[in-house]
């Protein structure tokens, strides 16, 4: 009897500790924009930024004021910084299905590890970029790009977006502008008849716009409100576990529609533009990397920024004005969602313990260097805002100018709450990458820490195998960037003497015995080519393949083998899913 009563005393004594050291763990909230540059007090690099939200959560954290992505487009670099893995350890650079790579399939994402560590792991909107929803306990909204105009046939650009812009780029990267009540309403531009529609390309549904007082809630506005909710039931009723909340807000992605009060804080008169070099682009060769033939038009950015000029009839300011009057308005619309999070937080006993980390994928060139668009390895797309508010560690209101990667993020937020750094499944996972912030945290003003000296990024290019050892990258040093593109061609700017990357030194011959140290220090990091795999089916065969792990239900005999028949009969019973990456 006494020795059952022991057992049974002893048991509930280890689950009452294990239960009251979870709940010591402090809860994470990961705050995700997309597309957010350093227009983000107190990044400040627009004179004219009003993210008085952003500001607050800095004032109570740590600023990180040279963070970088590890690829600056929106797939890989997700799937990059939520399982701390560099492109060049996963081989995932372009836009495939993470979970397709078999080192990310075999190792934890962020919201899995903490979940499998006694987190309630909890999130919506956009996060991972896609098949993410399994990775959490609990998950709110999918992903919602809109609101978009709609013809009645299909999605389009802002009624008030003019060609060529419009028609080169469509519903997401060619259209901006204001909500406001269109139904029934002819466009003075197009003349069609437009009402509004939300949601991504795997389904939508109508947008009812009445006035800014009768509408539906946008999509950024849902997972605000769902994070609020969830904020407050846990304040209420903290459920015996701490909770990893992650929130993926849209804006400032295109298409830059946000209700018009946001317009109004940015009236075009006054508005400031970025500092824009005349002939920037003229010593760069991120162009060739696109074009056998030394064609800049060839390039994404430099087309979308030409498209938007020539719709404005050749007058730049006025177009740059227009966007960058959206990318504000859009920027403020999200602050003002991260301070209904920041508002429940500070007002709730989640106050003193709970990690607040406000990112962004990457960032987003504003027409410097003739360039209107992400997928750069230059400071506009390559630098994202980091702010990490962690109670009782972080100095409040501290900054550092160390540069530092959001591969860090993952073993910073495993060091400040205590759990275990062994985030793979089995022996094809792989370790992270990344090193813990923690330091920089307790002290920002320190001139060194455990992590490199410079941000890595590699650059997306489309291609049906990424071989690292073939592939475009940066290093950000604290006063340099060096890149080099898969071709051998090269940049090097002092961005100490000049920050806003003017000047390639690669082309000086004073600059060889440094370009030729930045060099080995970038083929120190990335692997040694890995080969594609020898096969022996022809390229027909492997691209039934690929449609097979997109599309398994092709498969009509549930065999496991996609014959040709059936791969034939679902592409012409139009069961396929147009995906556009993003």
Known sequence: MWYKFSLLAISAFFLFTVSAGAAERPNVILIVCDDLNDYVEPFGDHPQIQTPNIKRLAESGVSFKQAHCTIPICNPSRSSFLTGLYPHTSQCYGFDNW????????????????????????????MMHNR???????FGYASDYGPFA?????????????????????????????????????SPVTGEVFTWRTG????????????????????????????????????????????????????????????????????LESLELPLIKEGDADDTFKHT?????????????????????????????????????????????????????????????LKDNTVIILTSDHGWGMGEKDYLYKNSLWQESTRVPLVIRAPGVAKAGGATELPVSL????????????????????????????????????????????????????????????????????????????????????????????PYEWTNLALKPEFAEQLQAFRSDLMGRIPKSIPRPVSNKSDGEKWKDTYFEKHPEADANKDGTLTWPEYRAHKEAGNTKKVKSK
């Open 132 to 138: 993410g929803k399994k990775e959490w306990s609990e």
């Open 200 to 267: 991504n390309w795997a389904k939508q549904r109508d947008f009812r716009y009445v006035s800014e007082t009768d509408r539906d809630a946008t999509g950024d506005e849902l997972n605000g409100r769902w994070a609020v909710e969830h904020l407050k039931a846990y304040a209420k009723n903290p459920k015996g576990k701490p909770f990893f909340m992650g929130v993926g807000f849209l804006r400032p992605h295109t298409p830059l529609i946000v209700p018009q009060k946001y317009f109004d804080r940015f009236p």
């Open 407 to 498: 591969i860090d993020l993952f073993p910073t937020l495993i060091d400040l709450c205590g759990l275990p750094s062994d985030t793979v499944k089995n022996d094809k996972g792989r370790p992270l990458d990344g090193h813990s912030l923690k330091p920089l945290l307790i002290d920002p003003m320190s001139e060194t820490w455990v992590g490199p000296d410079a941000a890595l990024t590699a650059l997306y290019k489309w291609d049906n195998y990424y071989d690292p050892a073939e592939q475009s990258y940066s290093l950000r040093f604290k006063d340099w960037r060096y890149i080099r593109y898969s071709n051998g061609k090269e940049e090097l700017y002092h961005t100490a003497q000049d």
């Open 289 to 349: 990397v696109t074009s056998d033939e030394d064609d800049r038009s060839a390039d994404r950015g430099n087309q979308i920024y030409d498209s938007l000029v020539a719709s404005f009839d050749g007058d730049r300011e006025l177009a740059l004005k227009k966007f960058t009057q959206a990318y504000l308005a859009s920027v403020a619309s999200v602050d003002d969602l991260v301070g209904d999070i920041l508002d429940v937080v500070d007002a709730t006993s």
């Open 99 to 126: 979970d397709g790579y078999e080192v990310l399939k075999n190792s934890r994402t962020i919201m899995d590890h903490f979940r499998q560590h006694g987190y309630h792991s909890l999130g919506t909107g956009k």
């Open 150 to 186: 709609f013809n009645g046939e299909k999605t389009a650009a802002h009624p008030w977006n003019k060609a060529p812009f419009r028609d080169d780029f469509g519903a997401i990267d060619g259209s901006f502008g204001p909500l406001f009540k269109i139904t029934d309403e002819r």
